[in-house]
């Protein structure tokens, strides 16, 4: 029987790896995230009502109005979603 039992440990996401995790669901490979590519991004990452903060998420960090993020907007995007804690257990 061991005398240590490891406990769950959560370990916060930084920026750069919740970037890396978002550009992952760009599915078609167009350099942008669309707004279901977020809700996936989000459902998988275990976020309750993906389709609602993919949303909110795209209506504060596209700046241009185009309906996606795009690379120069993925840093707002991720500013933006990383107060819901991201992490890893």
Known sequence: ???WTPRSVN????EDQIKGLL??????????????ELKDAFR???LKFSGWRAG??????????????????LN????YARRW???LY
């Open 11 to 14: 370990v916060p996401l930084n």
């Open 1 to 3: 029987m061991p005398i």
């Open 56 to 73: 909110r998420a795209l209506r504060h960090a596209d700046a241009n109005g185009d309906g996606y993020i795009s690379d120069e907007e």
């Open 76 to 79: 707002e995007l991720v500013k």
């Open 44 to 46: 998988d990452l275990g």
């Open 85 to 87: 804690g991201f992490s």
């Open 23 to 36: 550009k992952r669901y760009d599915k078609n490979g167009d350099g942008k995230l669309s707004k279901k």
